[in-house]
């Protein structure tokens, strides 16, 4: 299995309510829960002792491999939820790490 994680980082536009914004993360990390692939994911404030409403959200997810993180990131339930809330963002950005593989030792001939 090649696990990736994928670090999304958020901010909603100023017009967004925070409960709003909250109730939508929800939703959405509930939704892709059920999706194929999806191992888990953890949410946290930029900094939540300074917390404001251009505070960003980063989402840490595992996936079993790209091609799932993909199919989700481009899914239309995704896309329904998205229009749901309405959501527009300030910044939405997604990093993708995979795991570095070892590379054996080779002897010094």
Request: include cysteine; glycine fraction near 0%.
């Amino acid at each position: 299995m090649n696990v990736v994680k994928v670090i999304t980082r958020k901010i909603p536009k100023s017009s967004i309510a925070n409960c709003t914004f909250i109730q939508f993360s929800n939703d959405l990390t509930q939704a892709a829960s059920s999706h194929i692939g999806f191992l888990n994911s953890t949410s946290y404030w930029e900094n939540v002792y300074l917390y404001n409403d251009n505070s960003s959200l980063y989402t840490i997810s595992d996936w079993e491999s790209l091609h799932n993180w993909e199919h989700w990131e481009s899914s239309q339930l995704r896309n329904d939820i998205l229009k749901e809330y309405k959501m527009e963002f300030e910044l939405c950005t997604h990093t993708i790490l995979s795991k570095r593989m070892k590379i054996n030792d080779l002897p010094l001939l």
